[in-house]
């Protein structure tokens, strides 16, 4: 769990989800800014996604919600798909 502008270790993660078949999605709100082996978290980089919560005790605020980013197209239509309780 990433907090506080404080990432875990994203590449022993990402080695033993792809050893496994397993999506990686990162909680990239709390560690705003942060950085770990000198990319930005949320980028990618080690992982299939990532999300920021918007509630109001985050580092970004809008009241609720959140968002989902992710440049593979499968995890996209997922997301998609369960905002709409699984229509479309």
Same mark, same amino acid.
């Given at each position: @769990?990433? *907090?506080?502008?404080? &990432?875990?270790?994203?590449? =022993?993660?990402?080695?033993? =989800?792809? /050893?496994?078949?397993?999506?990686? *999605?990162?909680?990239? /709100?709390?560690?705003?800014?942060?950085?770990?082996?000198? &990319?930005?978290?949320?980028?990618?980089? %080690?992982?299939?996604?990532?999300? %920021? =919560? %918007?509630?109001?005790?985050?580092? *970004?605020? &809008?009241?609720?919600?959140? @968002? *989902?980013?992710?440049?593979?197209?499968?995890? =996209?239509?997922? /997301?998609?798909?369960?905002?709409?309780?699984?229509?479309?």
């Amino acid at each position: @769990m990433e *907090i506080h502008g404080q &990432t875990e270790r994203l590449d =022993a993660i990402r080695e033993i =989800a792809d /050893c496994h078949g397993l999506v990686v *999605i990162e909680e990239s /709100c709390e560690p705003l800014g942060a950085e770990y082996k000198g &990319t930005k978290a949320g980028n990618g980089a %080690f992982s299939h996604g990532a999300v %920021f =919560a %918007f509630y109001p005790n985050k580092q *970004i605020t &809008t009241g609720e919600g959140g @968002m *989902i980013v992710t440049d593979d197209d499968r995890i =996209a239509r997922l /997301c998609r798909s369960m905002s709409n309780q699984g229509r479309g």
